[in-house]
């Protein structure tokens, strides 16, 4: 196992804007169990492509964000970044190492360095442990730390690094005493313990009401911006990506349409889908109408996608007899930016 | 006059610790055709507001004052019967949160909107099938799937299923209990504008309640801001949103991110809402408010004629924010 430690070290060397995380053709079906009836017609067993072939680059010190739909793979790829669920093919090279491979005593190792925060601060602490025993729980577990009172020093820093000041007077609170906010500081504050360089943070925010939203967001983006911590922010709401994250990358049923900067994605979309997201999200100005301006239909069933492009049925720029035959590759329209449409390449 | 004037309603629920002052004298008007919207943070009293004007309360839940006129007529004081047979679903219905659970799974939709109209109104059943039929067009759904259950729908399907049985026996009023909080953005923007459609069209009287300050900005002409079961700020959208006057209005405003505005630090409001068990003295922004003084912690503001704006605020020091300043600075 030592020698499986020394692959996945961070690499001192590394530095801002390096790659951390490189995907390569990520995949992730869940076979879908048929009743006794239909499997008797035979062939082969449905699968459900929850992520189907998707390939990106994350950089050291940047927040990437992954928008999209319910459904439309982003929990589990998230899930599959940090080996929770295990990919069914593709590459996931994490500095230096390719994870995508590693068995389960390795993956214990890699955890020091890939923490998650997860959705619901209310389901993912255990009511009976306090803070001190919720936050020192990694450390304990990666014998960093025998017990509690060996992680203090450590967990006081956590709870320093995630603004939970006076500390001592939130060390021995239980998670009903803390409101929806603190319980996802904790929950920040236990994935810091470890000091990972890569952080994925799964709607951290979305339980939590607008007007402390701002209170957690701006806390990944200080740890960004201070501590070099990579983020990965997953979330249904493009407003608040826009506000926080370098990157942006949208999702659509397993696959990503498009991925760019921010500033691309939100002020100079090129992909239907993005587009037709951006105006579905209300801004708060009664001046501006923009009831009305959407997409028909859901969207479909992902153990069998449509055709071609996967977004074809929804579309209002549908090209019949390009857009239903094959699949558009994501492409790279300008530095930086791509995209996966075919009304780009034809014009 | 106004169609519904709620009229320092307060509502208590009785517990083990005391009283929750969940709504404490909390007054609004809608107009026929009018929409509008209650917003606030979770726990601030806006869905106990809705249950109580429709009289859905818990049976720890008191009406300890105020009176709720729909046409000039009192039904607070109204037997329980009548209101039942006279008012709920009939003047006044309610879309309620989380369509998922609002519908029974072992029904067919169409059953089950059948059932409110055969529960209120003396018709054939083959008058409520048809106008079931004609409703669940009116919401965009097929009406030939009827007989399906809630479980072969999507979610805003199912939202929509819930507006069309809201919408049974021709109310004057809906009330939505936050219609679209747990759908997508795509299928939030889709249920909304069906709302707004039907609503614009049979001329009904709306009041929406949610968080989402951008889904009232799109939806509705008059905006309450609730905080610890009190109105805070009252008037219309525009007024509101461009000109916000109390405090806390200010915060929440520029809490909310937006999307078509230049890339910035998302805003907090420190501190979290106040316990409704005991509420804090005088104001109850008082401890998260940056501009508090003595008076603010004693004194609880009325809610009045706003000294510079159009609206109604409660606030001490309303007179004191110039136009534009940035208290959350």
């Known amino acids: 196992m030592a020698i499986v430690a020394d692959k996945v070290t961070a690499n001192p060397n590394v530095k801002v804007g390096e790659v951390i995380l490189d995907v390569k053709d990520l995949k992730k079906h869940f076979p879908v169990r048929r009743g006794f009836f239909a499997s008797l017609k035979g062939g082969p067993n449905p699968v459900l492509k929850a992520v189907d072939g998707v390939s990106f680059q994350i950089r050291k010190g940047e927040i990437y964000g992954v928008v999209g739909e319910s459904g439309c793979g982003k929990t589990t790829m998230a899930r599959t970044l940090l080996k929770l669920t295990e990919p069914t093919d593709g590459e996931m090279w994490f500095e230096g190492t390719d994870i995508a491979k590693l068995g389960h005593a390795e993956t214990k190792v890699l955890r020091r360095h890939m923490q998650m925060v997860f959705q619901d601060p209310y389901e993912s602490m255990n009511p009976r442990l306090n803070v001190s025993y919720i936050v020192s729980e990694p450390l304990r577990i990666q014998n960093v730390a025998k017990d509690v009172d060996e992680a203090l020093p450590r967990v006081l820093q956590c709870l320093e690094d995630v603004e939970m000041t006076p500390v001592e007077e939130y060390i021995g609170r239980f998670p009903h005493e803390l409101s929806g906010g603190q319980r996802q500081r904790i929950a920040v504050a236990r994935a810091l313990a470890l000091d990972p360089s890569f952080i994925v943070a799964d709607e951290p925010v979305s339980m939590l009401d607008v007007s402390i939203r701002g209170e957690v967001l701006n806390l990944m983006q200080n740890l960004c911006r201070e501590k070099g911590v990579t983020f990965v922010y997953i979330t249904h709401d493009l407003a608040t990506a826009r506000h926080i994250c370098d990157r942006i990358a949208v999702m659509y049923l397993g696959r990503m349409v498009e991925e760019g900067t921010a500033d691309d994605i939100v002020g100079d979309s090129l992909h239907p889908y993005t587009q037709a997201l951006i105006n579905a999200v209300f801004v708060p100005d009664p001046n501006k109408k923009q009831l009305g301006q959407v997409l028909k239909g859901e969207v479909p069933n992902p153990i069998n996608p449509p055709k071609g492009c996967r977004l074809h049925p929804r579309c209002p720029k549908f090209m019949d007899g390009v857009c239903n035959v094959t699949e558009p590759e994501l492409v790279e329209i300008k530095p930086g930016h791509r995209v996966a449409c075919h009304l780009l390449k034809n014009n | ?329």
């Open chain 2, 1 to 329: 006059m106004a169609m519904l004037e709620v009229k320092d309603l307060t509502m208590y629920y009785k517990t083990l610790r005391g009283y929750v002052k969940a709504v404490d004298s909390v007054s609004f008007e809608l107009e026929k055709g009018k929409a509008l919207g209650l917003a606030g943070e979770s726990g601030c009293g806006k869905s106990s507001m809705a249950t109580t004007v429709l009289r859905l309360l818990p049976s720890n839940g008191n009406i300890m004052g105020g009176s709720v006129k729909m046409d000039g007529k009192e039904l607070v004081s109204l037997s329980e019967e009548d209101f039942r047979k006279e008012i709920r679903w009939k003047r006044m219905s309610m879309v309620f949160q989380g369509a998922m659970n609002a519908l029974n799974p072992v029904h067919r939709i169409g059953d089950q909107i059948m059932e409110a109209i055969l529960a209120h109104e003396n018709v054939s059943k083959q008058a409520a099938k048809d106008r079931m039929l004609n409703l669940l067009d009116m919401v965009g759904i097929n009406p030939k799937r009827y007989n399906e259950y809630p479980h072969e729908f999507s979610g805003g399907m199912k939202q929509r299923v819930v507006i069309a049985m809201a919408l049974a026996c021709n109310p004057d009023i809906i009330i939505a209990d936050e219609p679209t909080t747990a759908l997508d953005v795509m299928v939030q923007a889709q249920v909304l504008t069906a709302m707004e459609g039907l609503r614009k069209k049979m001329g009904l009287g709306m009041i929406l309640i949610t968080h989402d300050l951008a889904v009232i900005a799109q939806t509705c002409d008059d905006v309450a801001i609730m905080y610890g079961g009190k109105i805070v700020e009252y008037g219309s959208a525009k007024d509101i949103y461009l000109k916000p006057r109390h405090p806390y209005t200010m915060g929440l405003v520029k809490a909310f991110p937006n999307i078509a505005a230049e890339k910035q630090k998302v805003r907090s409001i420190p501190g979290s809402p106040p316990n409704l068990l005991s509420p804090p003295e005088g104001c109850r922004f008082n401890p998260r408010c940056p501009m508090a003084t003595d008076k603010c912690r004693t004194e609880e503001p009325p809610l009045v004629k706003s000294q510079k704006g159009e609206q109604k605020v409660a606030c001490h020091r309303e007179s004191e924010i110039e136009e534009g300043v940035d208290i959350w600075q």
